[in-house]
């Protein structure tokens, strides 16, 4: 009987490492046969692919459907599906960049970013002393980091723990490539300490905030829904007395980069500052709410540039749960 009660088991982890087998496989293509294509030709495989996905649906398509939904309410079925098929390509090019960005001259990747709003952070690093920027899942935040640690400070950041495995080292290994310090967020040391003693050597710590997987995250307005984000970077500031900045990531028409023409637009938001009163978690909550104001301007402005193609509001999250009655205020607010 046991070797029948252990088979499903044995049948499953099997498929598992089939599955993951080949998830390696395409990245490790990717990495090789994109880089090799001429430049507009793999955007445009990339764009054909992104159509194909859109076309066939998924649980990732209807889930980024669903997030611009909530976003743009105002969108009828047809302009929405627009937006979707934008949304998708957006997020393609970012992959494509990824592919793509070790072998990006200097001097195109100079030309690939345009900051708005930067100058007291950059007064702030030229001094020598930390900065923490709550990010979202915009544009392109590896060319972003790339960028930040040839032209600012070196780029200190948490990444996402991917399965299988071999993705996440490669990742782990493209991204230090680039310049960029990568504390794991579980299965390592203690990521917070690491980012407390990032910013005693005043690195410029960039953290994706925009969705909660810690368990332990905020409740906060985005776009006028109860959306789950990332304290980490409000506490952080907080602690460290670090000045913390929201910057949303958006893509432009840049006729200067080659094969995709497009670059990326970095914008600041005003300083974020800690309230006069309040308890910590009080300031923590009204500071995380700031840096999400931010962002949730920029989904609105720019909805195909937000990869957000998992759950973050919390009716999606909690689909059973009573609507809150103050869903319209403020978290942290007085």
Not at 215 to 220: D, P
Not at 239 to 264: D, K, Q
Request: glycine letters at 12%.
């Amino acid at each position: 009987m046991s070797p029948r009660r252990g088979a499903p088991g044995r049948l499953a982890s099997g498929g598992r490492r089939v599955t993951d087998r080949a998830v390696v496989l395409g990245y490790r293509l990717g990495w090789g046969a994109v880089r090799a294509l001429p430049a507009g030709a793999a955007y445009r495989l990339f764009d054909v692919i992104a159509d194909r996905t859109v076309a066939r649906g998924g649980g990732g398509v209807r889930r980024l459907r669903a997030n611009y939904a909530r976003v743009r309410p105002e969108l009828d079925d047809a302009a929405l599906d627009a937006l979707v098929r934008a949304g998708m390509r957006s997020y393609l090019r970012y992959y494509c960049d990824a592919f793509r960005l070790p072998d990006l001259p200097p001097d195109v990747l100079a030309r690939s970013v345009r900051l708005v709003g930067d100058e007291h952070c950059r007064e702030v690093l030229a001094e020598g002393r930390s900065v923490v920027v709550f990010l979202g899942h915009l544009g392109n935040w590896d060319l972003a980091g790339a960028w930040s640690t040839t032209h600012l400070a070196p780029v200190t950041t948490v990444a996402e723990k991917l399965r299988p495995e071999e993705v996440f080292e490669e990742f782990l290994e493209f991204r230090t490539g680039l310049g960029m310090t990568i504390l794991p967020l579980e299965g390592g040391a203690d990521t917070f300490a690491g980012l407390r003693s990032a910013v005693a050597g005043g690195r410029f710590i960039c953290l994706l905030a925009d969705r909660d997987l810690s368990g332990s995250g905020l409740e906060v307005d985005l776009c006028g829904h109860r959306a789950r984000v990332a304290k980490g970077p409000a506490a952080l500031a907080l602690l460290t007395g670090a000045p913390l900045y929201a910057v949303s990531v958006r893509y432009e028409p840049n006729p200067a980069v080659p094969g995709s023409g497009a670059g990326i637009v970095c914008e600041f938001s005003p300083l974020v500052e800690p309230p006069a009163s309040g308890t910590t978690a009080q300031k923590v909550a009204a500071m995380t709410q700031a840096c999400v104001d931010h962002l949730g301007d920029a989904v609105r402005a720019h909805t195909a540039d937000w990869h957000m193609l998992q759950r973050v509001f919390v009716d999606d999250l909690d689909p059973a749960r009573t609507p809150d009655v103050t869903s319209g205020t403020r978290a942290g607010g007085a």
